[in-house]
């Protein structure tokens, strides 16, 4: 059986286009005057409706601002995969995660694979990365990659801190995510002392950790990652007038597969207005730092005389829930989980456009290589955004249709037991749980039966693009066979080791329990369950 739900999503400036539209060329590899610089930003865990009214209105972001004014705003960008590894899997391939198979945080690319980044450099770039890549397999803690293969486990364990906040009392600390800032020094000191000097065009990618939140050593030894920190400096950039405080499902209401995240990620407990409102504060506050490292990108290149020279583009792998459906964190097709921003602005980028199709990040790696002018290959899932962006285009009628009328977004991790596909249209948000979304802003409403017609058209389309029933069987498989091989490894510290990973306050009080429950799970088919 199938679990589908479908909502209408409405968004401010929502086109739609002919649904029939679309066409079969991934870019058109249009060629600069004089090949531009490129400089790719990406965050964790930004929430894209931030980047456009009303959400924008809640927190200052004058250098996303700056970009939205000098360039293109894409109101409708998604991740494929609301997860750090596999989005950014995704994002360096080109390619859907069921075709990467980066199924959880611990496997994405081989660190050989051919990113956009290798091709541009083969086509005469001189290339530079720093902070924050995690796309190749091999990262993350056991914790997160147990977690992942046992979802499918007939218990339910809390697996992260209960989400809390923690304030630098100090009005003027400015650089309070360290590591960030200093490889956004590192980033601008390389376009000062060497990029500058380049006779040949430069890419520059830039990884930063903000706004996801930060660990939680209260939780005990194996903590996740539940804290909103922030400074005095940065929380006065947050207008607390204008925070929303979600509307919440009844725990009793609420979607199984809803109710296994907010359990797991240790939100089904009371919390007051004051403690929510506080979270989505901060939350916002660490994404102003966060538009502050962007902006001494920009800043350096305006400095430098590079700045009209170059292509700017700013990014996040996902979004961040920030206590809406009564969760923090992604791993969810909900729109602060899986909406990211995603502007452009440079020579040859269209000012102060904002564009309403709907797109995702595998469409970066066609972007790149369109800008390059190199030829695109034949198996990207994405496609070039050019078109819908770029002043190149003078036949505006014969590009705007070339990215098609929908996006992919599909999840196979911890904290969510069921494999999650998301159809997106520019009307309609359709989820299918395979192991067994209008005037809903809020997304609080299931709307599937009501419109039957739509749900089984919507269906066929996602069935045409991915066969997301033998996805889930295979991701199945992958999961009980690495489960394997990890007890194997262990040996006889087995049970001690599961005990004491980060489910360790629940596990602990009935070990025997829980170590049954995954020796059933062993001895089951590994075939999808029902849900």
């Known amino acids: 059986m199938v679990l589908l739900w479908v909502s209408v999503v409405a968004v401010s400036a929502l086109a739609a286009?002919?649904?029939?539209?679309?066409g079969q060329r991934r870019g058109a590899a249009r060629v600069w005057p004089a090949a531009p610089n490129v400089v790719l930003v990406v965050s964790d865990s930004f929430d894209g409706r931030l980047t456009f009214y009303p959400g924008s209105q809640v927190v200052k972001l004058p250098f996303i601002n700056f970009m939205k004014a000098h360039g293109t705003s894409f109101l409708n960008a998604y991740t494929n995969s609301p997860i750090c590894c596999p989005s950014r899997a995704a994002m360096w391939s080109g390619l859907f995660t069921h075709l990467t198979e980066s199924w959880n945080n611990f496997k994405g690319l081989d660190p050989n694979y051919t990113t956009w980044m290798d091709i541009m450099e083969k086509h005469g770039y001189r290339t530079q990365k720093f902070g924050k890549l995690d796309y190749t397999s091999g990262h993350h803690s056991i914790s997160n990659r147990v977690e992942a293969w046992t979802r499918d486990v007939a218990f339910l364990l809390r697996q992260e801190g209960r989400p809390m906040v923690n304030l630098n009392p100090k009005k003027t600390k400015v650089r309070v995510m360290e590591?960030?800032?200093k490889n956004t020094d590192r980033a601008v000191n390389w376009l000062r002392k060497e990029a500058s000097n380049y006779t040949q065009p430069f890419v520059l990618y830039l990884g930063?950790?903000?706004?996801?939140?930060?660990?939680?050593?209260?939780?005990?030894?194996n903590f996740g990652s539940s804290t909103f920190h922030t400074s005095l400096y940065w929380l006065k950039?947050?207008?607390?007038?204008a925070i929303k405080i979600p509307k919440w499902s009844p725990l009793s209401e609420m979607h199984p597969i809803d109710y296994y995240s907010s359990y797991t990620k240790n939100c089904t407990g009371k919390f007051t207005e004051k403690e929510i409102k506080n979270i989505r504060a901060f939350y916002y506050?660490?994404?102003?730092?966060t538009d502050a490292m962007l902006g001494e990108i920009i800043l350096a290149l305006r400095q430098l005389g590079l700045l009209q020279k170059t292509i700017v583009i700013y990014t996040s792998d996902h979004g961040e829930l920030a206590m809406e459906h009564r969760q923090f964190y992604k791993m969810s097709m909900y729109e602060a989980s899986a909406h990211v921003p995603l502007l452009m602005m440079g020579p040859g980028i269209k000012a102060n456009l904002q564009v309403p199709n709907v797109v995702s990040l595998v469409d970066i790696y066609p972007t790149m290589l369109d800008i390059v002018g190199a030829p695109l290959p034949q198996n990207l899932s994405g496609y070039s955004l050019l078109p819908l962006s770029s002043e190149m285009f003078k036949n505006e009628h014969k590009f705007k249709n070339l990215h098609p009328p929908w996006i992919l977004s599909e999840f196979h991790g911890c904290n969510v037991n069921a494999s999650t596909y998301m159809l997106r249209t520019n009307q309609w948000k359709y989820i299918a749980y395979s192991d067994d979304l209008s005037s809903d802003p809020?997304?609080?409403?299931?709307?599937?039966?009501?419109?039957?017609?739509?749900?089984y058209s919507l269906d066929r389309k996602l069935r045409s693009i991915i066969n997301y029933p033998k996805v889930s069987a295979s991701v199945h498989r992958y999961n009980k066979e690495?489960?394997?091989k990890w007890k194997q490894s262990v040996g006889q510290n087995y049970s001690n080791v599961i005990a004491n990973l980060r489910w360790h306050q629940d596990w602990l009080q009935e070990p025997r329990k829980y170590e049954s429950a995954?020796?059933?799970?062993?001895?089951?088919?590994?075939?999808?369950?029902k849900i």
């Open 17 to 22: 286009p002919d649904p029939g539209a679309g």
């Open 285 to 289: 506050a660490m994404c102003a730092e």
């Open 518 to 529: 995954i020796d059933r799970w062993l001895k089951t088919p590994a075939n999808p369950k």
């Open 179 to 181: 590591r960030d800032w």
């Open 208 to 221: 930063l950790n903000l706004p996801h939140p930060y660990p939680s050593p209260s939780s005990g030894e």
């Open 442 to 455: 809020d997304e609080l409403t299931n709307i599937a039966t009501q419109f039957p017609e739509v749900t």
């Open 482 to 484: 690495q489960f394997i």
């Open 237 to 241: 950039k947050v207008s607390y007038d």
